[in-house]
């Protein structure tokens, strides 16, 4: 089986030829601009290629929803140019081929669930945190869909006294994105991420806000494991603080054989940050067969 992948990114656009095995043969990465300079490249890498589907995993918002007048359409995202842009009908007109269509964060949980180390079970979470925070969810066994995808990185959290940073979020004072995604980091300290390594306030203060967020997560989708990943996760040394501080704020509430070890319930991504691009093969696989 021939598939089509496409990691639709704010900064970049990742397109690659793999199989049903998660098997990239072929990848490329371009620069995201406008549709108008940026699709045309895109389609150009996948046409010729003989694919039999092709999937996306898109930065968002997006409209996920098939009886929606605008499914697959990329739809009030910060990123202006694309605004209300149907880019799975850009793909599909061209191409010809199934399109199978999720956000990215969706992507790289089906990518760790399909092929990754959550595979075997039932429900995982994906939580991307980098230049903003996404989440992927999937729960016995699919991808969760409601009146549109999740949005985890905006829930709200309780900002630490000590913390006088307001904030980068342009529509929460205190969400996870606003408060722990990159730029937050860089905005309360005054330098990026790597060049905080060794400040351990830091990373106390990061690992308290992502600690509360997953304690969230556990309490309302109830995840076999939790799954980190993005720049911000290469600290190595925010994983045990991470798991630490959960622990604490989870106070005993819950037991279950899972929460018994921390080290195999929140863990990093498995996948050598390919989880996107074959989150997004499964995505186009999962179309065709349809």
């Known amino acids: 089986m021939v598939l089509g992948a496409l990691e639709a990114g704010g900064t ?20 995201t601009q406008t549709p108008e300079i940026t699709v045309p490249k895109l389609l150009e890498f996948f046409e010729g290629k003989g694919i039999e589907a092709l999937g996306i995993g898109c930065f968002g918002p997006i409209d996920v929803n098939r009886d929606s007048e605008t499914y697959g359409y990329i739809t009030t995202t910060p990123k202006l140019a694309w605004q209300n842009y149907n880019i799975v009908g850009a793909f599909k007109d061209k191409l010809g081929v199934p399109v199978g269509f999720d956000t990215d964060v969706n992507g790289s949980a089906l990518g760790e669930y399909t092929w990754g180390i959550a595979k075997g079970l039932h429900s995982c979470i994906y939580i991307t945190i980098g230049t903003g925070v996404g989440v992927g969810a999937i729960v016995d066994g699919r991808l969760i869909h409601g009146m549109m995808h999740p949005e985890g990185g905006h829930v709200l959290l309780n900002r ?16 996870m994105e606003g408060l722990a995604a990159g730029p937050a980091i860089e905005g309360r300290w005054g330098k990026k991420a790597i060049e905080l390594a060794d400040r351990p306030e830091v990373w106390e203060m990061e690992a ?16 076999q494991r939790i799954i980190l990943g993005g720049g911000v996760m290469h600290q190595t040394q925010l994983l045990p603080l991470v798991r630490e501080k959960f622990k604490a704020l989870l106070n005993g509430y819950i037991k279950t054989r899972e929460l018994e ?11 050598d940050d390919k989880q996107g691009i074959m989150g997004a093969l499964k995505l186009g696989m999962m179309e065709l067969e349809r």
């Open 261 to 271: 070890d921390l080290d195999t319930y929140i863990v990093v991504q498995s996948l």
């Open 208 to 223: 308290e806000y992502i600690a509360q967020a997953l304690v969230d997560y556990t309490m309302t989708l109830s995840p």
């Open 160 to 175: 630490l006294p000590q913390d006088t940073y307001k904030g980068f979020c342009p529509f929460h004072a205190n969400c």
């Open 12 to 31: 970049k656009m990742v397109c690659a030829i793999g199989n049903e095995n998660g098997e990239i043969k072929e990848q490329i990465s371009i620069p």
